[in-house]
């Protein structure tokens, strides 16, 4: 993951460490259409194979979620963009809501 700060949650059971070339490929792309301001639909589109493929079967899904808004737990926001916890993030702040990522009829 190049722009995210989850490393250290890459534990054996969690979906994104199993399959990590394809999960860098999905990220890479995720983060193309941030950087180019897309419109929400956009990225819920880039973000659904993640959170589908990923994210909804992942045991330390709340681990993800929390690592991505505190960072080292010293209570700062963090720098991550991407998916954490079936959310996704864009610069430390919760962009789309996993309610609302996960269910692609809202967009
Ligand atoms: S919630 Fe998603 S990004 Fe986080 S460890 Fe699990 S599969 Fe990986």
């Given amino acids: 993951m190049p722009n995210s700060n989850i490393e250290p949650l890459f534990v ?3 979906p994104c460490a199993r399959n990590y070339k ?19 639909k ?8 993640m ?3 990923y994210c909804a079967h992942c045991p330390i899904t709340a681990e993800c979620y929390a690592k991505a808004l505190n960072g080292d737990g010293r209570g700062e926001k963090t720098e991550f963009t991407g998916i954490a916890g079936g959310a996704l993030f864009h610069e430390g702040e919760v962009s789309v809501p996993f309610a609302v990522l ?6």
């Fill in 42 to 49: 956009r990225k819920q589109e880039a973000a659904f194979p």
């Fill in 102 to 107: 996960a269910d692609r009829r809202t967009a």
């Fill in 22 to 40: 394809q999960w860098a490929q999905l990220e890479d792309q995720l983060d193309s259409v941030i950087s180019h301001r897309a419109s929400q």
């Fill in 51 to 53: 959170v589908q493929d």
């Fill in 12 to 14: 054996p059971s969690a």
